[in-house]
């Protein structure tokens, strides 16, 4: 029961932050470091836990893009990925793609966050057809183990897709364990700079950015890449905010 005299209370209810923990002697209480241990735990889980590859492939394969394909980085081990990030930004090979021409390429990569890609990936992928497919053509998708951004421009390159899209998972905080971003690439091609990619990130409704709101951000930057002819800081998201509604 909330205690009526709980000056933080109200502020609880507007973000995800932890504020006037209180104090139990010259510590917290108990209740406070034992949620603290909990979301610590749930991060470092959200970060080893592996990519179910085949189960993520049964969701994806009815949204009716084709069967996906599947790339891995030259990391070999998780621990390897948290210590090489160079080595997850460099596939170990290409073999499963084929040159389409899209206008669009979906990459959906584990990142830090594979437990993010398991309860968003299908669903912001859905949202992400629904809401590009009457204007663009879209590849068939890639699914990306111990996955960097940067692996994309190798499977932009090799699809030959206009733009690339990766949804990935992000680094889990201890408020949020689960939170997706979305990564865009124009002309995507080895050795592109993050400097000349879009993102879109904390997406994880109902809490965060809801999956039908990000697919409309990603529809109104790629409208301004194609006419602009680049990604990066030199392009804004004009999407205006009431339009921005639903999951």
Known sequence: MTDPNDFWAPLRTST??????????DGLPTRRVLEFRAAHAAARDAVHQPLDVEALSAEVRPLGLGEPAVVRSQVTSRSEYLRRPDLGR??????????????????????LSPRALHDHGAALLGALVTTLG???????????????????????AALG????????????????ADSLGI?????????????????ISNIHPPDGLGYTEAARIVLSLIGGARELGKTGVEL?????RGELTGS
Not at 16 to 25: E, F, H, S, T, W
Not at 183 to 197: F, V
Not at 236 to 240: A, F, G, M, Q, S
């Open 236 to 240: 804004k998201d004009t999407t205006p």
């Open 16 to 25: 995800q932050a932890r504020i006037g923990l209180g104090r139990a002697g």
């Open 134 to 156: 009457e204007r663009y053509t879209i590849a068939p998708p890639t699914i990306a183990t111990s996955a960097r951004v940067a692996l994309s421009d190798h499977i932009g």
């Open 183 to 199: 990564y865009l690439t124009y002309d995507p091609r080895p050795g592109r700079a993050d400097s000349e990619r879009n993102c």
């Open 90 to 111: 460099v596939p170990a090979n290409l073999d499963g793609l084929t040159h389409v021409g899209a206008d669009v390429g979906i990459v959906l990569a584990d990142g």
């Open 161 to 176: 897709v206009n733009i690339v899209v990766v949804i990935i998972g992000e680094r889990p905080g201890l408020s949020v």
